[in-house]
């Protein structure tokens, strides 16, 4: 079984900038692609970013050059910086991943709980 368990979400002022982490554990043969999603209340789930295993990003255009995405593989974590916080950043965010658990299996994916994230003044 695999886990998946985010950290670094809070409460910030516009502006501000938070950190997430997500990390995996148990059966880990491989980690794939990672991303991020966050979803407002009321509103859908939305991919914010993604990186590939050898480092390829892409972005949400709500979050380009405010967002950074990172992983590190030896530490089955991704990070998300967000930096330059406003109110409509204010979610719950997820982090994803595609994992193989063993050798020639197909990757699954796996979501974590997710972290708040409150932009407030």
Same mark, same amino acid.
Request: charged letters at 25%.
């Given at each position: 079984?695999?886990?998946? +368990?985010?950290?670094?979400?809070?409460?910030?002022?516009?502006?501000?900038?938070?950190? #997430? &982490?997500? +990390? %995996?554990?148990?059966?880990?043969?491989?980690? =794939?692609?990672?991303?991020?999603?966050?979803?407002?209340?009321?509103?859908?789930? =939305? #991919?914010?970013?993604?990186?590939?295993?050898?480092? #390829?990003?892409?972005? %949400?255009?709500?979050?380009?050059?405010?967002?950074?995405?990172?992983?590190?593989?030896?530490?089955?974590?991704?990070? #998300?910086?967000?930096?330059?916080?406003?109110?409509?950043?204010?979610?719950?965010?997820?982090?994803?991943?595609?994992?193989? %658990?063993?050798?020639?299996?197909?990757?699954?994916?796996?979501?974590?709980?997710? %972290?708040?994230?409150?932009? &407030?003044?």
């Amino acid at each position: 079984q695999v886990q998946l +368990v985010e950290s670094g979400g809070g409460l910030v002022q516009p502006g501000g900038s938070l950190r #997430l &982490s997500c +990390v %995996a554990s148990g059966r880990i043969f491989r980690l =794939e692609a990672m991303g991020w999603y966050r979803q407002a209340p009321g509103k859908e789930r =939305e #991919l914010v970013a993604d990186i590939t295993r050898d480092g #390829l990003t892409n972005y %949400a255009d709500s979050v380009k050059g405010r967002f950074f995405i990172s992983r590190d593989n030896a530490k089955n974590t991704v990070y #998300l910086q967000m930096n330059s916080l406003d109110f409509e950043d204010t979610a719950v965010y997820y982090c994803r991943m595609h994992i193989g %658990a063993v050798e020639r299996e197909l990757p699954k994916i796996y979501w974590g709980r997710g %972290a708040q994230v409150t932009v &407030s003044s």
